[in-house]
């Protein structure tokens, strides 16, 4: 899916203007160590999305690093913890998958919906597994803003509109509820006309900077499956 819309951010905010009230806007960090929801007293299931036209089966695993070292884009560092529902007993080993468009909002799919599609080698797209304290660390970079192709079935109404940056993830857990959702960016200009992010403020990452990483907390919370 091409699109010139991601060369600059151009409707009305630059990159470093994204970046730097991203960055004054820091909100739940992780204090001594604490996951960030627990230390903010907050504690809800993370809410689901879509999966979205550009997921593809079989992404291979990585760990940490999911973009080389020479791709363009702000570098982006996400982390944070896998929890189970009470937002403290974290889910040690529970496997993250992730999927993005690249700084230019390009996907490396040429069939959207096509879940089976035989790409090319896979890019911004891979699995890892949290550790065993349910820690996880990924390294990519700020995703391009892309606009939604016109004529997609059931996405007639939208088409043309440019979805606000966001990465995809599918967190699967061993015991708890599988959960499917994307991570959005506080400060994007496009965020409040997001047809799916515009209502889920929960998702949206404030970003602090930390040398050359734009550092991005989030813990994910997965209701569990035993009920006793
Ligand atoms: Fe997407």
Not at 47 to 52: H, K, N, P, S, T
Not at 131 to 144: L, M
Request: aromatic share 8%; charged share 20%.
């Amino acid at each position: 899916m091409k699109s010139r819309q991601n060369a600059k951010f151009h409707v009305g905010v630059s990159r470093r203007q994204f970046l730097q009230r991203s960055a004054s806007t820091v909100g739940a960090a992780v204090v001594g160590g604490l996951p960030a929801l627990a230390a903010a007293k907050e504690c809800k299931l993370t809410q689901q999305e879509i999966l979205g036209p550009m997921y593809n089966y079989g992404a291979s695993m990585f760990q940490v690093k999911l973009a080389a070292d020479d791709e363009p884009g702000q570098k982006l560092m996400l982390r944070g913890s896998v929890l189970s529902e009470d937002c403290c007993t974290p889910l040690p080993g529970t496997l993250i998958e992730i999927w993005q468009a690249d700084d230019a909002g390009h996907y490396d799919k040429k069939r959207p919906g096509d879940f089976l599609e035989e790409s090319p080698p896979f890019h911004f797209r891979g699995m890892l597994r949290a550790d065993a304290n349910g820690r996880y660390e990924i390294q990519t970079v700020v995703p391009g803003a892309y606009p939604i192709p016109p004529g997609v079935p059931g996405l007639e109404q939208y088409g043309g509109l440019t979805r606000a940056r966001h990465i995809h993830i599918k967190v699967l857990p061993f015991l708890n509820v599988a959960l499917t959702t994307q991570l959005y960016f506080n400060g994007d200009e496009h965020l409040r006309t997001d047809p799916w992010g515009a209502h889920k403020p929960s998702l949206a990452l404030d970003l602090k900077q930390s040398s050359e990483f734009m550092v991005g907390e989030f813990d994910f919370v997965l209701g569990t499956g035993l009920k006793s």
